[in-house]
């Protein structure tokens, strides 16, 4: 039987996720730092648990960075982790940013939410930023890729940059209808 997450458990995360106590610092793409607990993380992700258990550059220093990773998109994959939900203001390109580094440090749940969240930031604006992210790692991402797909031949504007091969070739090759589907 299932039960429910009481907001007050949530509530006792988003304190540990403020405490200030944090092991572990996050260096984003433009400097700024982060702060994190290595015990979380390395629980999270099997892969920064190797990057801090196998005498690597980020054990010793007890600094990870991420240089393709804004603060933005860094603190939403923490809020995501640690609490489940977020206050930040989400927009798709930091929500993208997000997906990118749960999916590299392979945090499954997270990168869960990420792509049910992008799902609803699809418009004709946000698709090809969105699908260029999915189409690289498409065999992971079956439900954003589906809801990609599913977008894209929904939308008039889509189809005709697809029809023009104005989108990149990645999303090209997702989006192009199978043979015998329109049969």
Known sequence: Q??????????VWEKVRNAGRED?????????QLGAHALILCAASPVVQAMLQHSMREELERTIMLTDTSLAAASLFLD????GATEAEVNHGTAVAAL?????WQCHGVVGMLECALEQLLTDA???????AVAERRDDLLVLTSACVRYAWASKAIQRK???DECSPCVQ????????ASE
């Open 100 to 104: 990118v580094l749960a999916h590299r």
């Open 2 to 11: 299932r039960i429910d997450v009481n907001v007050n458990v949530v509530a």
């Open 162 to 164: 697809i029809r023009r």
């Open 126 to 132: 946000s698709f090809e930023e969105i699908a260029t």
């Open 80 to 83: 995501l982790l640690y609490v």
């Open 173 to 180: 090759e997702m989006c192009k209808p199978k043979k015998g």
């Open 24 to 32: 572990l610092h996050l260096v984003c793409s433009n400097g700024e």
